[in-house]
């Protein structure tokens, strides 16, 4: 194997493409995930069965399918019924939809773990039923389950190379046809693989810090 120095020179154009493309997807489907899972986690709570039913079906539908077949869904067979998206809002999406069903399990873990004694004082103080909510129980679910939801967010990084499968080039999308014109894979796939790393391993590390900071206080 020969290292070509002057091929990975050629690529860093499109790497960088990619690499945007990849922090988009990664950004915009965390915040349609976070977003999401606190929606399907509170109206799972929900008294009323016509609400929790369907939610539930939905959320165990969706986490035990293959987020490779929830984009060719919403890719291919969406569009049959109507709304036409580009390839990249069809992939956030798929993402957004896919791990909100995993941060809404993690949801539902902070608001049980909740001691049982808040709620008797929110009741006590008889604070509205969405007062309780915002200003009693969320913020402390939250706090729980920041340093899961941030395992998720590196998670969704490595599976957004998938998003490739329906025409978006993320980083590893423009490595493998960059690799496919010009028959030197190599260069361009080792980098790729290098920036998930040096994307991935800060972050681990950023949670696992967050993650004691939020045990001592």
């Known amino acids: 194997m020969n290292w070509d120095w002057s091929a990975l020179e050629d690529f860093m154009p499109r790497f960088w493409d990619g690499v945007l493309v990849t922090l988009q997807a990664l950004v915009l489907g965390s915040l ?3 977003s999401l899972g606190l929606v399907w986690a509170l109206a799972q709570r929900s008294t009323a069965r016509f609400v929790r039913w369907p ?5 165990e539908f969706v986490r035990n399918t293959p987020l490779l077949v929830q984009l060719f869904f919403l890719f291919y067979v969406l569009p049959e019924w109507g709304p036409t998206l580009s390839p990249l809002t069809t ?28 709620w008797e004082a929110a009741t006590a103080l008889s604070l509205p039923r969405t007062r309780t909510w915002t200003a009693v129980i969320l913020p402390q679910a939250v706090r729980r389950v920041i ?11 490595k599976d957004s190379p998938m998003i490739a499968v329906i025409g978006v080039l993320d980083m590893l999308g423009e490595a493998r046809q960059f690799g496919a014109q010009t028959f030197q894979p190599t260069e361009s796939i080792t ?9 991935a391993y800060p972050a681990s590390l950023l949670i696992r810090s967050l993650e004691r900071r939020l045990v001592r206080s």
């Open 91 to 118: 992939g956030v999406l798929a993402l957004g939809l896919h791990y909100s069903t995993y941060t809404a399990e993690v949801y539902r873990a902070g608001i049980e773990g909740v001691p049982k004694g808040q």
């Open 147 to 157: 340093p899961a939801l941030g395992n998720y967010v590196i998670a969704m990084l």
């Open 55 to 59: 939610v539930t079906a939905l959320t």
């Open 32 to 34: 349609i995930a976070f």
């Open 191 to 199: 980098l790729v693989g290098i920036a998930f790393i040096v994307i």
